[in-house]
């Protein structure tokens, strides 16, 4: 079974990093192109970042581009997001999911507050 669990995700103060982590297991990991979406309250689920099979090719969501940087170690199976110069409104629940398949982790809470 395919298994997805996020974690890294808390509370920051505008300006602030995290560096959020998905541990991926029950299937190839380096076969599938991997990528974040988020959630806030109110809002549907949009992609944030993608990142290809081998790690060479990425892309962003304009609202994050330049501050987020996707990346992923397939040896150890496990896709990385690393956060930087948090606002507000990147608030939301945070979740991986390989490209192109419909199962979910359970998300991880960020939420960037004074």
């Known amino acids: 079974q395919v298994h997805l669990v996020e974690s890294g995700g808390g509370l920051v103060q505008p300006g602030g990093s995290l560096r959020l982590s998905c541990a991926a297991s029950g299937f190839i990991f380096s076969n599938y192109a991997m990528s974040w979406y988020r959630q806030a309250p109110g809002k549907e689920r949009e992609l944030v970042a993608y990142?290809?099979?081998?790690?060479?090719?990425?892309s962003y969501a304009d609202s994050v581009k330049g501050r987020f940087t996707i990346s992923r170690d397939n040896a150890k199976t496990t896709v990385y997001l690393q956060m930087n110069s948090l606002k507000p409104e990147d608030t939301a629940v945070y979740y991986c999911?390989?490209?192109?398949?419909?199962?979910w982790g359970q998300g991880t809470q960020v939420t960037v507050s004074p």
């Open positions: 990142i290809s099979t081998a790690g060479d090719r990425t």
């Open positions: 999911r390989r490209w192109g398949r419909p199962e």
